[in-house]
T-cell receptor, first 115, second 113 residues
Framework: AQSVTQLGSHVSVSEGALVLLRCNYSSSVPPYLFWYVQYPNQGLQLLLKYTTGATLVKGINGFEAEFKKSETSFHLTKPSAHMSDAAEYFCAVSEGGGSQGNLIFGKGTKLSVKP | DTGVSQDPRHKITKRGQNVTFRCDPISEHNRLYWYRQTLGQGPEFLTYFQNEAQLEKSRLLSDRFSAERPKGSFSTLEIQRTEQGDSAMYLC???????????FGQGTRLTVV
């Protein structure tokens, strides 16, 4: 069965600092992996995804993530945080079969950005 | 195209009442998904449709929950005899077909008092 663990329910960084949000997964099949962002009282917006191919994936708003099979990780990074990055971030793994809508989500990491 | 639309955005109901939420997917999206998100948790998959066929419903939380997509376009999620534990954000998503990105709506926030 697939599962996702996000380390750290709350991460705080200063504006301009590196953002690192950690995600580890468990999957019985080659995983499809996703990062979503959620602003208060809003739905989810896809930041980036890994399906096949290049293991370093670039997404919107300057975010990127690297799929590391040996570490079962898919950590999200951004070189320089902006105030507008403050939100909740969710890592997700597909349930399998190539579906990108049947997802197992982690519990989320709330990112705070200090001026 | 305005994206996935959910109605209402907020719903307050008394315990024991029935509620129904509507989701309008992106035009021509064949797949439609429902999720529940409780406070401090990630979204939890409930059910999904391929056109009008409900392909997975074993994850619906109890027999008080049901979903329909009668004409393969919009979908409704009904909760009967609501309980306080049903208070959550209910999210809908749609995708063009299997293997393509799912787009989420803004959700319906349910409060059961």
């Amino acid at each position: 069965a697939q599962s996702v663990t996000q380390l750290g329910s709350h991460v705080s960084v200063s504006e301009g600092a590196l953002v690192l949000l950690r995600c580890n997964y468990s999957s019985s099949v080659p995983p499809y992996l996703f990062w979503y962002v959620q602003y208060p009282n809003q739905g989810l917006q896809l930041l980036l995804k890994y399906t096949t191919g290049a293991t370093l994936v670039k997404g919107i708003n300057g975010f990127e993530a690297e799929f590391k099979k040996s570490e079962t990780s898919f950590h999200l990074t951004k070189p320089s945080a902006h105030m507008s990055d403050a939100a909740e971030y969710f890592c997700a793994v597909s349930e399998g079969g190539g579906s990108q809508g049947n997802l197992i989500f982690g519990k989320g990491t709330k990112l705070s950005v200090k001026p | 195209d305005t994206g996935v639309s959910q109605d209402p955005r907020h719903k307050i109901t008394k315990r024991g009442q029935n509620v129904t939420f509507r989701c309008d997917p992106i035009s021509e999206h064949n797949r439609l998904y429902w999720y529940r998100q409780t406070l401090g948790q990630g979204p939890e998959f409930l059910t999904y449709f391929q056109n009008e066929a409900q392909l997975e419903k074993s994850r619906l939380l109890s027999d008080r929950f049901s979903a329909e997509r009668p004409k393969g376009s919009f979908s409704t999620l009904e909760i009967q005899r609501t309980e306080q534990g049903d208070s959550a954000m209910y999210l809908c998503a749609s995708s063009q077909k299997e293997g393509t990105e799912a787009f989420f709506g803004q959700g319906t926030r349910l409060t059961v008092v």
